[in-house]
């Protein structure tokens, strides 16, 4: 059975760009996760999806959105990127609606120079 | 607002020791607790989850117990390995079903 899979793994932006990450749960899986992990701050929650709704959501700027499409892969957008978005962005899914054993994939590390 | 605090941040033994790693958290209106694992570079191995009515959890040479009312969970790790080394998080799921991270604990076995 895969894994939770992320893409992409490493990239770099410059300030005022923006950046789509993708993640795709385990099969029959329907709630996804977003986490920032950052040095500073820690694992910090952002948003949670079940089912394409937005259940969940962590104490993050606008600048941060997502969505779940129908076969619940899960994408999140960072709109004019800051330096401090700098960051491992992990993905997690469920199979229960938020109090089930969360899977994580590897991270998408986002450098913002 | 529910803080979740874990003791130590670092700890490194010999190969073979018991060790405990501590987790406490200031709310107890808790729906679940979680230990973690996670390598350099790496996402997030899940170890142990403790529903809130649950006492303890066991999987292999690992033990986690939950004592909701003194928000208190300890990660007991027995005979460790050198393989063991790595950060340990716990995270809890608050009553608005947001998980609430520990800072983690790194943990280095010596050979």
Same mark, same amino acid.
């Given at each position: 059975?895969? +894994?939770? #899979?992320?893409?992409?793994?490493?990239?770099?932006?410059?300030? *005022?760009?923006?950046?789509?990450?993708?993640?795709?749960?385990?099969?029959?899986? !329907?709630?996804?996760?977003?986490?920032?992990?950052?040095? *500073?701050?820690?694992?910090?929650?952002?948003?949670?999806?079940?089912?394409? #709704?937005? !259940?969940?959501? +962590?104490?993050?700027?606008?600048?941060?959105?997502? !969505?779940?499409?129908?076969?619940?892969?899960?994408?999140?957008?960072?709109?004019?990127?800051?330096? +401090?978005?700098?960051?491992?962005?992990?993905?997690?899914?469920?199979?229960?609606? *938020?109090?089930?054993?969360?899977?994580?994939?590897?991270?998408? !590390?986002?450098?913002?120079? | 607002?529910?803080?979740?605090?874990?003791?130590?941040?670092?700890?490194?033994?010999?190969?073979?020791? %018991?060790?405990?790693? %501590? $987790?406490? &958290?200031?709310?107890?209106?808790?729906?679940?607790?979680? /230990? &973690?694992?996670?390598?350099?570079?790496?996402?997030?191995?899940?170890?142990?989850?403790?529903?809130?009515?649950?006492?303890?959890?066991?999987?292999?040479?690992? %033990?986690?117990?939950?004592?909701?009312?003194?928000?208190?969970?300890?990660?007991?790790?027995?005979?460790?390995?050198?393989?063991?080394?790595?950060?340990?998080? $716990?995270?809890?799921?608050?009553? %608005?079903?947001?998980?609430? /991270?520990?800072?983690?604990?790194?943990?280095?076995?010596?050979?």
């Amino acid at each position: 059975k895969a +894994g939770v #899979t992320q893409t992409p793994r490493y990239l770099i932006k410059t300030r *005022g760009q923006q950046v789509t990450l993708s993640c795709s749960p385990i099969s029959g899986h !329907r709630s996804v996760s977003w986490y920032q992990q950052t040095p *500073g701050q820690g694992l910090q929650f952002l948003f949670e999806y079940f089912s394409e #709704t937005q !259940r969940n959501k +962590g104490n993050f700027p606008g600048r941060f959105s997502g !969505r779940q499409f129908s076969n619940s892969r899960s994408e999140m957008n960072v709109s004019t990127l800051e330096l +401090g978005d700098s960051a491992l962005y992990l993905c997690a899914s469920s199979f229960q609606d *938020g109090t089930g054993e969360l899977f994580f994939g590897e991270g998408s !590390r986002l450098t913002v120079l | 607002k529910q803080e979740v605090t874990q003791i130590p941040a670092a700890l490194s033994v010999p190969e073979g020791e %018991n060790l405990v790693l %501590n $987790c406490s &958290f200031t709310d107890s209106a808790i729906y679940n607790l979680q /230990w &973690f694992r996670q390598d350099p570079g790496k996402g997030l191995t899940s170890l142990l989850l403790i529903q809130s009515s649950q006492r303890e959890q066991t999987s292999g040479r690992l %033990n986690a117990s939950l004592d909701k009312s003194s928000g208190r969970s300890t990660l007991y790790i027995a005979a460790s390995q050198p393989g063991d080394s790595a950060t340990y998080l $716990c995270a809890v799921t608050d009553s %608005n079903y947001q998980l609430i /991270w520990g800072a983690g604990t790194k943990l280095i076995i010596k050979p």
